[in-house]
């Protein structure tokens, strides 16, 4: 086997009519379900949060999308989203989650955020995704999903932290671009550790 196939957080909440909705982030749907059906070892990562969750504006009674100056380095603090067991912390409903062989979720701590799928926040706590993925004998990991400047990219730099070669699908992310300009950077970071990038068309037609 050797690539896996992570897709980042294809939940309601992050695509359009969800509370923290990334512009067009439903469009990916249909090219993730047919990179799912290329790639066996496909892994589905779930954000995933208690109530009162670290990384909620409300939890801190400040404006959502405001910093929390609190912790270092300050992060943003999003409106309540993905709540563990809620419908907007479901899948997307058109997303075929039975093709996956892995689903991970992540930012269950309540005092611990994570972007991305392979180390919380605190950029010391592994997921086990790592582990995971050694010991089946991957060296490469494909990204995808949401959101590009958040926990796309979080994944795929700390997938090359973790010695993978990693691919990010470009047309299968979309970001949020909060202050224009940040999936641009979002993507220079990438490059710049190494990430290289791929469309899903020329995927499909390798296969
Ligand atoms: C995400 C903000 C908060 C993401 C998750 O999936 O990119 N962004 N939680
Ligand atoms: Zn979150």
């Known amino acids: 086997m050797d690539s896996a196939l992570i897709v980042v957080d294809v939940q309601n909440d992050f ?20 990179l799912l059906a290329l790639y066996p ?13 670290c990384s909620f504006a409300s939890t801190k009674s400040l404006p959502p999308f405001s910093l929390d100056r609190s912790v270092t380095p300050p ?17 997307h409903p058109a997303l075929q989650t039975w093709r996956a062989r892995f689903i991970l979720r992540k930012g269950t701590q309540q005092i611990l955020d994570s972007y991305s799928a392979f180390f919380e926040n605190d950029a010391v706590t592994p997921t086990g995704l790592a582990g995971l993925l050694s010991s089946i ?20 730099l700390d997938a090359r932290r973790e010695g993978f070669d990693v691919v990010v699908i ?3 992310t979309k970001g949020i671009d909060a202050n224009p300009g940040d999936i641009a950077k979002a993507k220079e970071e990438m ?17």
């Open 41 to 53: 070892l496909g892994i589905l990562t779930q954000d995933w949060h208690p109530l009162m969750h």
């Open 137 to 156: 004998g991957v060296p490469r990991v494909l990204v995808c999903g949401l959101a590009t400047d958040y926990c796309v990219k979080a994944t795929a």
């Open 191 to 207: 490059r710049a550790q190494g990430c290289t990038f791929v469309q899903t068309s020329e995927l499909l037609a390798k296969a």
């Open 75 to 91: 992060s943003i603090l999003w409106p309540d989203h993905c709540v563990a067991g809620s419908r907007g912390a479901d899948f």
């Open 15 to 34: 695509c359009p009519g969800g509370v923290l909705a990334v512009p067009g982030g439903d469009l990916i749907v249909s090219k993730v379900n047919a």
């Open 170 to 172: 470009e047309d299968a």
